[in-house]
Structure formats: C-alpha cells, structure tokens
C-alpha cells in the first residue's frame, strides 16, 4: 500500500515550474485526444466530462509561472491554491466563444477573469453531470445521457483542442520571466504590460523567440489581427 500523498505548497525553481507546465501540458493533450476518441465513440457524457479535465490541466500552465513572481508566502499559498481549484483552472475555457463574438484586444477578453463571472463553475457542474448519476431537486434522477448532448460534447472537445495551441517551456524563459515581472506592482496594467514586451524582447535576444517584430509590443497595442483563426 501506497504512503499518504503529501501536496507540496512551498516555492519552486523556474526549472522545477518549467517541468511543471511541461507535464501538465503534455497531460492536457492526452486527455484532450482521449476525449475525441469517445466523442468519435459516441459517449457524449464522458467526452465532455475527460475534455474539462483538459481544460483544467491547461489551466494549470497558465497559473504555475505565478509562483515565480510570488512576493510573499501568502501570495505562494494563493497560487497553490488556484492550482488545486477547478474553478480557477478553467477560466480560460470562454476564451473561443469570446474571439467568435469579436473579442480581439486584451481588453475585450476582461470576462476571463472576472470575479462575478459564473462561467467557471458551470464547467464544473457539466463536468459532474457528464461524470456521475445525482438525486436532485423533488427526488429527479439525474442521468449523463440525458444531461450532456453531442453538440456540448463537441464544443467542449474543440475548446481543449484550442487552449493547447502553445508548447513546452524552458527554464530560461522563466528566468526571464522572473527578471522582469518579479517586482511590477500588479495592479498597474500599463506596467505590467511592459514588463511583457521586454520579456518577449529579452527572450528573442536569447533565441528563444523569433526575432523581427516583438508580437507582445503588437498584440497590446492592436490585438489580434484579422488574418487570426482558432483551430
């Protein structure tokens, strides 16, 4: 039998987080083909259910960098905490729904992240009903079948797909990363988004990005370009 699972809380190193995104990204994807094989299979319910798992793990690359630039071990448990919580790692799953409405600029995107959102936890709930069998309300059944349908299933598979359109990270970056963001108050976007440019800059000065226009410098400035389409 297997010793108790202890959960780390503690800091880590920008190679530690680096081969923390890398597992959670290569785990994203499995999880995101595994659940285009049950769609293909026609199990709507547990497509939708293993896509969210997806959608979580990918979640999960987004929110580890944040311990690198943590300032405090209040600001470390915080993103350990958002680290182990659905409804935080899932933010991101409007992200395509948004770009089809028109959301091009950083700004359009602001309901990611906003706090009286409930985006979040109806993909938990989804998740749940695509999972398991439930008593509710006037002791109503509920069933996966009858909950979660093909075109559910469907649009949840292809968000996965979509939020895995990054790659694998090195350490170098993320040191980078820490060189620049580390100390900008948090609070202040215009400082905050030039702490990105310069990253960007910094790593197309060590070849870790291609070199010509710096795209975070356009990206806040215009947004994405028309030509730009989700997979």
Known sequence: MHKTIRKYEGKLSPSQVAEGMNCAYRNAKRLATDANLLLKAGSYPTAASIAI??????????????????????????????????????????????????????????????????HPFYLNVVKQLGFYTDCVDNADWLIPEQNVDEELAKRLVCVAHTLLQGREVS?????????????????????????YINWYKDMQDHGLMPPGENKMAVFFRNGLGKDVKLP
């Open 53 to 118: 798992l997806s959608i979580e793990e990918s979640g999960k690359v987004v929110i580890l960098p944040k311990l690198l630039i943590a300032n405090s071990e209040e600001e470390v448990g915080k993103c350990w905490k958002e680290y182990r919580t659905h409804a935080k790692k899932n933010l991101n799953w409007i992200l395509p729904d948004l770009f089809d409405k028109g959301a091009r600029k950083i700004e359009e995107f602001h309901l990611i992240v906003d706090k009286n959102s409930k």
């Open 171 to 195: 350490s170098k970056e993320l040191e980078l990363h820490v060189k620049h963001m580390k100390f900008v108050p948090k609070d202040n976007d215009e400082l905050v988004k030039q702490a």
